[in-house]
């Protein structure tokens, strides 16, 4: 895996820099200003560089003074000062309604969810409140300077209360935007463009990458687009997109496709909500199938919402029913954990039977 997870890396990477304003532009950069670093280290970078050029930026959530249960914001209060980098109260529904206030004000609040199991009580502020905040002002008011950062998915050994996939539930509010990351290089990017985004952003971060994924991330400030899916493997018998972890599992298939003489097109969404729908209906109208894979429970997961688009769009040229490989419709397990993953042998198998419907 995490061989696969290394060959996201480019030789040459394009920069998105910009302030905090609405306005980017693109500039080159060179892997020789880039340094080999792990996702959390990626995100811990992140973090730096927005409160750094920013005096409006504030870090907090449980536990995070100290570095958080993941190490990702180590340094910050040290560097910043405990008045801009802060421990909250174990209350994730105060942690959303007090981000939510503050960025209000104008500032930029980076509040931490420790699991993405435990956003629920954060529920009604940011579907209720952050969501609606622009909309039912008139555009008078807004608090677009929010960022909501959260650890998702599984890890090995977490059970069913830190495994989690809770991002369709986002999805479904208009108003919010969700991003999820597939490597070191691509959180830190769209960590500053959803920081910088003049919408509120739930980004969730895949922790079983925390520390396995290593790719050379650029040692400056830059940013990725948001609501842009990057096709990562170019191919011409089927479309598979995935998102955060599932893309290292979803690269292993198509190899092992490939093996077989099956020729895979490979889709990071990124943005999960707006979904680059364009993107993927042109992959889609060229190999003429498609299957989507994520980790989170098959029925009612994003999945279905690509799968309906899809299908929409691209009716009259597809050879094949949508195929989706997911977690299944349980609680998390956790000894049964390995039969509740979408593994590369289910998408493999997936693969080929929709290649030869």
Known sequence: M???LRK???????IWRRGFSTTAGLESSSSKDATPVNLFTAINQALHIALDSDPRSYVFGEDVSFGGVFRCTTGLAERFGRQRVFNTPLCEQGIAGFAIGLAALGNRAIAEIQF???IFPAFDQLVNEAAKFRYRSGNEFNCGGLTIRSPYGAVGHGGHYHSQSPEAFFCHVPGLKVVIPRSPYQ???LLLASIR??????FFEPKWLYRLAVEEVPDAD????LSQAEVIREGKDITLVGWGAQLSILEQACEDAEKEGISCELIDLRTLIPWDKETVEASVSKTGRLLVSHEAPVTGGFGAEISASIIERCFLRLEAPVARVCGLDTPFPLVY???YMPTKNKILDAIKSTVNY
Not at 8 to 14: R, W
Not at 222 to 225: S, T
């Open 222 to 225: 830059y940013m990725l687009p």
């Open 116 to 118: 993405a199991d435990y």
């Open 2 to 4: 995490a061989m696969a």
């Open 8 to 14: 996201f890396g480019k030789d040459g990477i394009s």
């Open 187 to 189: 959180a830190k990017g």
């Open 337 to 339: 954990e390995p039969f």
């Open 197 to 202: 985004d003049p919408n509120p952003v739930v």
